[in-house]
């Protein structure tokens, strides 16, 4: 692999940041340089509980924001793909609606432990 490798997994217990860098109901991007290439993920909160996903849609592999950490619907109920519509659940990374059908976002383990975004097996 080389440094430009887009990664799909990270390690444990890498701490991403406070959970009030993100804002109730909102979405923050993370991109992770390691030794085997750049990782590209974000993490939407609810409440105290954070969900975290590879930042690819399945539908044709793009990223899925085209505007930083613009992730969510205008309502903040689902996460969309800012280039063909597809739309996913939150807590399971489902697609419930566009061109994306019997897919789901690839899942990227998350936790809260004292008051800190980190990621988790």
């Keep these: 692999m080389s440094d430009g490798e887009r990664l799909t997994a990270t390690p444990d217990g890498i701490k991403l940041a406070p959970l009030d860098a993100i804002a109730e109901g909102k979405a923050r991007n993370f991109v992770l340089q390691m030794r085997a290439g750049r990782f590209h993920g974000f993490v939407v909160r609810r409440g105290d509980a954070v969900f ?62 004292d008051g800190m975004i980190v990621t988790a097996g």
Excluded: K
């Design 52 to 113: 975290g996903y590879v930042d690819r849609c399945p539908h044709m592999g793009l990223p899925l924001a085209q505007v930083l950490d613009d992730y969510l619907t205008p309502s903040g109920d689902l996460i969309a793909c800012s280039w063909h519509s597809a739309l996913f659940e939150i807590e399971s990374g489902n697609c419930v609606g566009g061109p994306c059908g019997g897919t789901r976002l690839t899942p990227w383990p998350v936790v809260v432990a």
